[in-house]
């Protein structure tokens, strides 16, 4: 199919500020992006509707959970097991209301997009699916707890091997999906280990930009190519295309907390100047916004005092 390409994500009012900030990264990294989010409560919902862009299109919780009644049974399950639980069902969501999309790209909230994600496509245009490896560091035996890939990054192409793909990773997510690591399950993640073996045409992303992450960065080379340009940063050579701010957070004194010590002594002032710090600044000037706008630090689950955020890490 030649038709437009289709990006999902999903987020609540607890990660209202970094979605905001990932969806502007995308479209500013690729124009022509068409970015559906599931909104997980209304005031997300409200929020991501007033920012006026056509190109990015909220999706009630309601009409999530019409579409795919059964999730209603999950709702139990911890919070984030949940949600983890919606990633199979906004792909097939958005193919039934778009039949005409070539593509959808899940995409996770804690994201960044340094540079246009076309060389990631690019590396394999007609594969039905695209995954991301974890990339783990030789010294790090992650793997049996997270599994292969990372969940972060998704692609399926429209086309009838994506449908079953997706329809067979719903059945196991609303089957079951653990809140932890047991097992190398992850959430709904240990599910993508087998899919190069069980469904054709299948392409593990080799761009070591892309999807960059603190459990892969010592795994690689980074460096800072201009002073004066917080975006050019380069890895093994190759342009960082999109940073996984994961275990990211900020502790009750307003402080960033992040994984540095994985960083490895060789990258950690690039990482943190050049990724960690622009992605900071943004988060912090939209949760500013936020709060300018009537949305309180305890909506956020934020620190009380908005205006004594720090950069240290």
Known sequence: MTGPAFYATYFDQRYLARGLVMMRSLRLADPDAIIVALCLDALTFEIVAAQGDRQVVPVAHEDILAFEPALRACADRPRAAFYATHKPVLPRYILMCWPEASRVTHIDTDTYFFDSPKDVFAEAPTASILLSPHRYHPDKNWERYYGRFNAGFISWRNDETSRICLADYQAQCLDRVEPDESGGRFMNQGYLTVWPERYPNVHVLRHPGANLAPWNVQS????????????????????????HFSRMFRDTAGFWRTDYLNFGEANLAVALLKIYQPYFRAVDAQILALARAGVSAQAM?????????????
């Open 220 to 243: 690689h080379r980074l460096q800072a190519t201009r002073v004066d340009d917080v975006h050019a940063v380069t890895v093994d050579g190759m342009a960082l295309i999109f940073f």
């Open 301 to 313: 689950e934020l620190p009380p005092n908005l205006e004594t955020f720090s950069y240290v890490t």
